[in-house]
């Protein structure tokens, strides 16, 4: 019923840039937050940054500074502008909602992950 569809990983040299995207869809009655996670080969998943509905943002203090997450109008879409990546920043990227659907509670729900990897 609900889906969190990302896009815009690849490959992108240090110093370059990238834009991320995710589209929430499904029987959604409300969203309360969502946000990008990260995850490093041999490391644990990590928040990258998040934004509530009211327009709340939080970041990671290793991102602070070159990483902007914003939403759409519609707010069920939300972007990831990362900028003078490093190669530390390689990971698998999971978007991720707090929302709810009809007659249920609030869970949390997990894109399938996009690849962002900085190399030379």
């Known amino acids: 019923q609900v889906q969190l569809v990302e896009s815009g990983g690849g490959l992108v040299q240090p110093g370059g840039s990238l834009r991320l995207s995710c589209a929430a869809s499904?029987?959604?009655?409300?969203?309360?937050?969502m946000g990008w996670y990260r995850q490093a080969p041999g490391q644990q998943r990590e928040l990258v940054a998040a934004i509530t509905t009211g327009g709340r943002t939080a970041y990671a203090d290793s991102v602070q500074g070159r990483c902007t997450i914003s939403r759409a109008n519609a707010k069920t879409t939300v972007y990831l502008q990362m900028n003078s990546l490093k190669p530390e920043a390689t990971a698998v990227y999971y978007c991720?909602?707090?929302?709810?659907?009809?007659?249920?509670?609030?869970?949390?729900?997990w894109g399938q992950g996009t690849q962002v990897t900085v190399s030379s």
């Open positions: 991720h909602a707090n929302l709810r659907i009809l007659f249920s509670r609030a869970r949390d729900y």
């Open positions: 499904g029987s959604i009655l409300n969203i309360n937050a």
